[in-house]
Structures are given as structure tokens and as C-alpha cells.
């Protein structure tokens, strides 16, 4: 049985495993990240697992990498802030050199989207977007069954489209940024800003500490200052979304992660802003739907997704 | 010698004419569109024309027709408001059954986006953005070569998107949009509120029936109004440009039309304010450059590419 290793490099850890053409994830394993100052040691390491995974019936026909700052075109990973590796790394091929077979590798976001397509809600859906809402905003864009990555291997960063002309201060540098006000830490901010003005919250003895899920909590128990976090956040996103519409029309967007796990206190204020911004022509025909993937698998899914995808376009070419 | 007749059908006129493989256009032809209030007669008599055009040696092998409202998967005219012709026509069966070759159709900006990748300054960029600066703001947008239809066949509506929150009531409905502020008819609005609200310029005594070249000759004569006006044009279509960069990372962007005459008056401060707003991956390695195509043949050759197009990829499949 032909299967794939997908491995989704953190800040922290590394998560890696073996999927199939089913989309099915086995043989997990987890390495820290951290404790590599060296990628040479990491990828020896790596690849030793990863081989130690595979099972007498197994044959690994490549490996896919989903990585923030990866890029696709060189296969390399650039100045990610997060990961202990400086400049440069040429991680692909570096695998590819270790395992003997071929490496993809791209951002986790870009990642997740093919996963999306080949095994989630996607399937047959040649036109959408992928957005990942966690500490910050993620995305992919799939257009005609492909994935934009733009002249750079670097398109489909929705999380910095500014939004708010002058809005709040972004880690990039620059201000009004999405993912400024639609993450984790986003909705953070916008509740902690309000606090700390003085407004009314259950939410207010732990500001300090604040966590999306408390926001998701305090909402669902009818705390009115988080459920209008929520209606404030829906409201930027759906506008954010309505905009991106006009780029490549979408027949479907998903959302993905944290936030997206506070289901209808998100969703519902989202598809209102949308639908009540789009252009007249879009009205009432794209979806804003949560992803269909397991969010403990997603990285590995979609990591191992990258090599799956090209797989098929292979043999879509062949026959 | 394979040629394509290429269609532009405006509100007013209908412009036709055959392109060769090399995209040179020759044996131009003209129909009033407002005289023909049945598509049926319309059809009928520019199939006519064109076949009247061919030359012995000429070989008919497809139509391309640029329209707006035009959608390119079914080859239909959508209640198209500037056009005679009420709901949906579907307009390349009709030519095909009279002409007996294929033929293709979509916007007008996407058919401009297509001839500039073929026959322009795209030839070998396999990412960019073309933009029309005409009375409105037209787009289409190329990634991996392929121009992005959407699931729905009209993606790539960069004019109607909302940079402005509650900003300047726009034709579609809503506030905002980028063509109410950057086109020939967004300047004009510029230009007029300022004299309206008691500004100097030597503008004010025909602002009822201004132009933009009117904006563009003043502004070459230092008048200091029509200077600003620019500036603050460009202002906001670099912030809209760098924020669309976030989508598709593209390698250029065209831009084409009456506005884009105006030159360094437009190019300047929009590539000043586009880099100043650019996440930093993207800095000082995407061009925003004037479209190689001749003003008045882009949309008969823009039209026909749309053939030309297809036969390449259809070339390139068999080899």
C-alpha cells in the first residue's frame, strides 16, 4: 500500500505520520522542534522515524512538509520567526537526500486547503477558499482545482489585507490587518480593549490571561459584551470575505480552527455581513461552511495532501 | 493563414476585426449596437460582415467576443444595462450556428487580460493583474497562466471592491468601491467635490462637464488641485493594489484606459503608496507598468486572444 508521510513543523513541536490515498492518517509520532538548533539533525532524526513508521506492507512515494514561511517553488523554509533555524533552509531537499524519495513542502495553511480539497468538504469544488483562524489568520486560495501560490510561492495571505484603514498595530508592521481583529488573538484584543474602558464582563477578573474559548464560553452563557465580540468580529470577516469574493469567486469558503469551533456565535454574524456586502451578482450562491477536517490531523492530513495532490495530476496526465 | 475574428461589443458600437496568430489586426469593422434591438438581427448581420471580411487566403478557425456581463462558461450576455438586448442572451451558440466555428466569450477586461498575456507586456509572466481605467475600474487577474473565471465565471471584479468603509456611493449599490474613486469618473468625482466645496482650481469653471483629460492637461499645467487629485487617486488604488497583491502575489500589474494616460501623474504616487503598503515579502519585486497594447485595437485583439488562447493550450495538450 502506497502511503505518504506528512509532517507539520511548529514553533514547538513536529508532528508527523503516514497517510494514505483515502486520506486515512496512521503511525503518528511527535519530535520537538525546539530541540534542534541544527536542520541537520533535525532531518536525520526526522527521516529515521519516519522510516521506522513504515510497515512491511508500506511503500512511501514521498513526503510533504506544511510550514510556516515554507516555500513552495524552492522548497525551502525563510526566515521563520517562530522555528530555532536562521535565514534560509533548503529542507526539501535535505529529506529528499535523507528518505530517497520526493519532498513537497508549503505554508500550513496552503497545506490544509489541498487537504481540504482531496479529502474534506471540498471534494468536488474547483473555486474556494480556505481560511485558518488561529493565533493568527491563515489562508488558501483554490482556483480552477489549483492552488494560487503566486509568482513567489507567497500568495493568499488574507491575514494581512488591511481592512481597517489605520486600524489596529500588526505584528508585520503595518496597520488594520485582518488577522489584527479575526483570530484567537484578535477577539482577545477587541475584549480586553473594551474592558479595559470600562465595560461590563464576566470576562473581566481574568482579562489578563483571556483565552478565545473563555470568550466562547462567556458568549454562550449570554454574556453581552462577549456575545458582541463575536457580532463585532462576524462583522469585519464577513465584509473581509465579501471583498475577497470579487478576486477569484468562490463557490464555497471554509473556516477552519479555534474560532471557528465557536460555530453559529461565529458563523452566524459572519454569513450576515457577508451576504449583506457581496456585489448583487454573488448574492446567495457561495457558502461559508466549517472545514470537514479533524483539527487534531488537519496538519499531517494536509502536509501529506501536497504529495497525494500531485500524485493525482500525475496520473491525471498519464491516462 | 488561420485568423480569428475578434468582437467588442460596447453600448454604443460594435468593433470587429481579424487577428493573425502574431496578434496583428487588420480588416476592422464597425455595427451602431444600439440599432439592433432584437440580439437575433444583430447576429445576423455582424456574422455577415465578418465573413465578408475574409480575405482568400484567410481561415475562419473561432470568435472571441469581449463584453461586459459577459460570462464565459455559458457563453451568455447577463441583463447587461448598457446594452438593447434585455435578460440572458445566449450569444456565442447564436454565432456559432450562423458562422459554423466556435465561439468564445467573457468581460471585456478579462478578454484586455488575455491580449496582453499573449500579444503584450505579459508574455511571459505567468502571474499578473490587468486593470482598466476606463469610466468604470475592470479587471482580470492570471495565476499559473490561466485567467481566473471563478466557479461562476465572474471573478476578478477588483472595481467593486469596498476600500472605503461608508465611502462614496457606488453605481452597484453599495459605498465605497474602488471605481468610485480610481476611474475616469472616480477623478472627476474628486475633482468636483473639491471645487464644490470652494477649492481653487482652474477646473471650476467647466466642473459640470469635466473630463479627466481636462484633470490630466491641468495637472501638467501645475494646477495644484488637479495635482492633488492625482495624488490622492493614486493613493488609494496603491493601498487597493498592495492589499490585492495579499490574493494572488502576481509579478506585475497593467494597468490600461483613459486614467492610465495620464502616466507618471497616476504611476507615481500609486507605486509610491503601493510599496509603502506592501507586507514586506512582497516589497520591491512587483512592477506596476503601463499595458503594451495599442489603445485603440485592445479590444478586437483582447476579444480574439480569447481564441488564440484556447488553440495554444490545445496545441501545447498535443505535443
Known sequence: MKVVAGIDIGGTNTKFGLVDE????????????KGFTDPVYFVEELSKRILRLLQPNHQLIGIGIGVANG??????IEYAPNLPWQGIVPLASMFEQKTGV?????????????????FGGAKKIRDFIFVTLGTGLGSGIVSNGQLIYGHDGLAAELGHVMVIRNGRTCGC??????????????????????????????????KDKLQSADICKAASEGDALALRAFEFTGEILGHALANSVAYTSPKAIFLFGGLANAKNLLFEPTIRHFEKNLLT?????IQILPSHLEENKVAILGAASLVWNQDVSTILIES
Request: positive net charge; aromatic residues 8%.
Open 71 to 76: 516555500n513552495f517553488y524552492k522548497g525551502t
Open 173 to 206: 508592521g503595518r496597520k488594520g490587518c485582518l488577522e489584527t481583529y479575526v483570530s484567537a488573538t484578535g477577539i482577545k484584543r477587541t475584549v480586553y480593549n473594551w474592558i479595559s474602558r470600562g465595560e461590563k464582563s464576566v470576562l473581566e477578573k481574568d
Open 102 to 118: 520526493p519532498c513537497i513542502l508549503t505554508n500550513d495553511a496552503n497545506a490544509a486547503a489541498i487537504g481540504e480539497m482531496l
Open 281 to 285: 451578482i454573488y448574492k446567495n450562491k
Open 22 to 33: 483515502q486520506g486515512v492518517c496512521s503511525e503518528v509520532g511527535c519530535l520537538p522542534t
